[in-house]
Structure formats: C-alpha cells, structure tokens
C-alpha cells in the first residue's frame, strides 16, 4: 500500500478496486474534494496524482450503525465528551463511518445529560474546533437512537425495569430540544402508544418496534400509525409460535417493515440470519452492532451502573445469563454474512445503504459515487479493515 497523505487533508485521490453502487470496479480511482466524493473513474484514463495506492484490496462504504451503544469501556450514556470520542474512534477503527449514539432507559435526567454530550460532540464535529479537533476522529454522529424507556417490562431484557415508564410526549420533546432523534424503539402495544406514534410519526425519525411483547395484530395496528422497523430482529420479542405469529411473524411476513440484525451468531442463530435475508431481502434489513460498552475488552467481571457484566468468550451477559448488549464491530458482522454466502453487494446494502437511508441520510451516507461524503474503508482479502476514512480523512 502506497501512501501520500498529510494529516488533516480532506483533498485525497484513492487507487483500487472500488464498491460502486453498480458493482466492484478494478483499477478504480476515488477523487475526493473537501471531503466529497468528486469523481470515480478508471485509473488508466486518470492522469493524475494518486494518494493512496491500495493495490488488490477493496475500497468499499463504510459502515452505517443505527444501534450502538458504546465501546471500549466507553459508554454513550456517560455524558462525557471525551468518552464518546473514545467510543467513536473505536468503532471507526472496525470501519463504522456513521452512527447513532444509542440511549439504554434511564432516568430523565441521566438520559438528558447523555444527550448533551452527545450534542456537544455533533458540534465539536461540525465546527472542528481547534482545541477540540483531537475529539473528532471517530465515526460521524448522523443523530441519535432512543432505545426505550417506552419499552415492554415483560421484555426489557438487559434494561433497567426501575427506569422503565409510560409514554410521555413532554419528555420526548424535551430531548428533541438537545439533540437530532432520528430512531426511537418502543413497545406498541403498550396503552397510550397511538398518540405518541402519531406524534412522532410527523418528525424525520425512524419508529421501530422493540423490548415489545406485540402479537401480529399489535404490529398491523402500530403500522397505521407509523411503526416501520423492528429492533434487532427475533430478540426481546414476541416469539414465532404457529397459532399467534407475534412479532417476529409480523417481521418474517410484512414486506414494509424493515428490520436490522445482530450478526453475531450469538443473539440469532445463522440459520435464522440466512431465514431473515431470504425472507426480507437485503433491501429490507440492516446490519446492526448493539455493541456494548464493554464491547473489545477483556474476559472479565466489570461493575457498571450497580450491576456485574460479564465478558466471556464472545459474550457479555449478566449473572442471570441475559445477554446484556454484544461484543461485535461491524467488520465482524459483515463478514458473518459473507461467510453464510450473502453477496458482497447485498451485505454493504445491509451495512451501509440502507441504515442510512431509513434514517434520511441516503443522499451523504452509504454509497460510493459523486456528491457523497468521502466516508470509506479499505479492506484486506479476508476484509478486515486496514483503513478508515471519515469524509475525506483518515482516521486509522
């Protein structure tokens, strides 16, 4: 790999085979100015001076993670400015480009100081402060993910049942104020679901149902109102039974709901991830990390928030054995699916396309062509990442 780069250059030309919207392209070169994508030509007919030179390997999109929670020790829900940046550059180093900070439920004012900080981050990121420019490097914060705390008790899962509480407009509003929501989860079955749906429903946000103990008639119902997505699919929800589809039918047999996939082979079986792709399509399923805060650190016991997390051979769970988020970086998921036999194309329609498309950021994120971010990745032939370039500059 041949490199030319200064620090900081946002004006980069990339050489090698490329991940186009029309397919990988050999020989290919990615014009990038002030961090958009300006052209993307055949390097025997460009003329001109090349950056960097990747050979062999494959410059695809990065990734697009709308469900996250943290990494490294490092928690989106800290309200810490320099947590989240570690957080950020920890994934960008698995590739995610673009992401959405995701809440867990917790009190208002815990969830209302993580959101601050979040805010501030966006900011830091848009203004590239100079004091704050070392706080940047890290995957692009498109907005943020409110995994509950609207959420089924039957159904928490690793959430906290204290903070768990009915529907309130007033303090989604409130946290509308701080910062950009662009997905909110919740159980749709719940009383008082159909006003807040509603309500939502007229913003630019993504309505998924999740932590929902919601039987198939719950889902038709909730789709009136604006529900378009389920969270990770097949957990911490009503499961497939043959007399009540519940909502995992609903997923399996409603082609306008989309769904987004833990693909770990630990939270759903392979053979339930090739059932979905199958099922769904790749048009209609996003890969997801719902990668805990522990996500890349050791085998160990960690205390956080008053409880013990452990971190064993690829899982992390609490004592009682519930899977407490996961221990996965988008690399690894995509090469999950490669693995199971999905397309390349398909897989980076899952990764990178469509999350940020349901999320109203299709015309920046996710694609390899002109008037795009330069968000991009290189990858090796086992597609490990090996680079990471965040609109126009690299970040690993």
Same mark, same amino acid.
């Given at each position: 790999?041949?490199?030319?780069?200064?620090?900081? $250059?946002?004006?980069?030309?990339?050489?090698?085979?490329? =991940?186009?919207?029309?397919?990988?392209?050999?020989?290919?070169? *990615?014009?990038?100015?002030?961090?958009?994508?300006?052209?993307?030509?055949?390097?025997?007919?460009?003329?001109?001076?090349?950056?960097?030179?990747?050979?062999?390997?494959?410059?695809?999109?990065?990734?697009?993670?709308?469900?996250?929670?943290?990494?490294?020790?490092?928690?989106?829900?800290?309200?810490?400015?320099?947590?989240?940046?570690?957080?950020?550059?920890?994934?960008?180093?698995?590739?995610?480009?673009?992401?959405?900070?995701?809440?867990?439920?917790?009190?208002?004012?815990?969830?209302?100081?993580?959101?601050?900080?979040?805010?501030?981050?966006?900011?830091?990121?848009? @203004?590239? &402060? @100079?004091?704050?420019?070392?706080?940047?490097?890290?995957?692009?914060?498109?907005?943020?993910?409110?995994?509950?705390?609207?959420?089924?008790?039957? #159904?928490?899962?690793?959430?906290?049942?204290?903070?768990?509480?009915?529907?309130?407009?007033?303090?989604? @509003?409130?946290?509308?104020?701080?910062?950009?929501?662009?997905?909110?989860?919740?159980?749709?079955?719940?009383?008082?679901?159909?006003?807040?749906?509603?309500?939502?429903?007229? $913003?630019?946000?993504?309505?998924?149902?999740?932590?929902?103990?919601?039987?198939?008639?719950?889902?038709?119902?909730?789709? #009136?109102?604006?529900?378009?997505? =389920?969270?990770?699919?097949?957990? &911490?929800?009503?499961?497939?039974?043959?007399?009540?589809?519940?909502?995992?039918?609903?997923?399996?047999?409603?082609?306008?709901?989309?769904?987004?996939? *833990?693909?770990?082979?630990?939270?759903?079986?392979?053979?339930?991830?090739?059932?979905?792709?199958?099922?769904?399509?790749?048009?209609?399923?996003?890969?997801?990390?719902?990668?805990?805060?522990?996500?890349?650190?050791?085998?160990?016991?960690?205390?956080?928030?008053?409880?013990?997390?452990?971190?064993?051979?690829?899982?992390?769970?609490?004592?009682?054995?519930?899977? $407490?988020?996961?221990?996965?970086?988008?690399?690894?998921?995509?090469?999950?699916? *490669?693995?199971?036999?999905?397309?390349?194309?398909?897989?980076? #329609?899952?990764?990178?396309?469509?999350? &940020?498309?349901?999320?109203?950021?299709?015309?920046? #994120?996710?694609?390899? $062509?002109?008037?795009?971010?330069?968000?991009?990745?290189? =990858?090796?032939?086992?597609?490990?990442?090996?680079?990471?370039?965040?609109?126009?500059?690299?970040?690993?």
């Amino acid at each position: 790999m041949k490199v030319n780069l200064m620090a900081g $250059k946002r004006d980069i030309c990339l050489s090698g085979r490329v =991940l186009t919207p029309a397919g990988i392209r050999s020989h290919a070169v *990615i014009v990038v100015k002030k961090g958009i994508i300006e052209k993307v030509e055949d390097r025997f007919v460009y003329g001109g001076l090349i950056d960097l030179d990747v050979g062999d390997s494959l410059i695809a999109p990065g990734f697009v993670d709308i469900h996250v929670h943290g990494g490294y020790g490092n928690d989106f829900m800290s309200g810490s400015v320099e947590e989240i940046a570690k957080a950020l550059h920890f994934h960008a180093m698995h590739g995610t480009t673009s992401i959405l900070p995701t809440t867990v439920t917790a009190s208002h004012e815990c969830t209302s100081s993580a959101l601050q900080a979040i805010g501030q981050m966006i900011r830091i990121q848009k @203004e590239g &402060a @100079e004091h704050d420019l070392h706080l940047s490097k890290g995957s692009d914060i498109l907005g943020v993910h409110l995994e509950g705390p609207f959420i089924n008790p039957g #159904k928490a899962g690793g959430q906290a049942l204290e903070w768990i509480r009915p529907f309130d407009m007033a303090e989604y @509003e409130a946290w509308e104020q701080i910062v950009p929501i662009r997905m909110i989860t919740l159980a749709p079955e719940l009383e008082g679901a159909e006003p807040f749906i509603r309500f939502v429903a007229v $913003k630019p946000v993504l309505i998924s149902a999740g932590h929902t103990d919601a039987k198939l008639d719950d889902i038709h119902r909730s789709m #009136k109102w604006g529900v378009q997505h =389920l969270t990770h699919f097949y957990n &911490a929800m009503r499961s497939l039974h043959h007399r009540e589809p519940g909502t995992i039918g609903a997923g399996l047999l409603q082609q306008e709901l989309t769904v987004e996939l *833990i693909a770990d082979g630990i939270h759903v079986h392979p053979d339930m991830l090739r059932l979905a792709y199958l099922t769904k399509g790749a048009d209609r399923i996003a890969l997801i990390t719902d990668a805990s805060i522990l996500c890349g650190l050791a085998d160990g016991v960690y205390k956080r928030g008053g409880r013990e997390i452990i971190v064993e051979n690829g899982l992390i769970r609490l004592r009682d054995g519930t899977l $407490k988020g996961s221990n996965l970086t988008m690399d690894r998921s995509a090469q999950m699916m *490669i693995e199971l036999g999905v397309p390349i194309e398909d897989v980076w #329609k899952m990764a990178a396309v469509n999350p &940020a498309r349901w999320i109203g950021k299709g015309s920046r #994120k996710g694609a390899i $062509k002109p008037g795009m971010d330069a968000d991009l990745i290189v =990858l090796d032939n086992h597609f490990n990442v090996i680079r990471t370039i965040v609109r126009g500059e690299i970040i690993f």
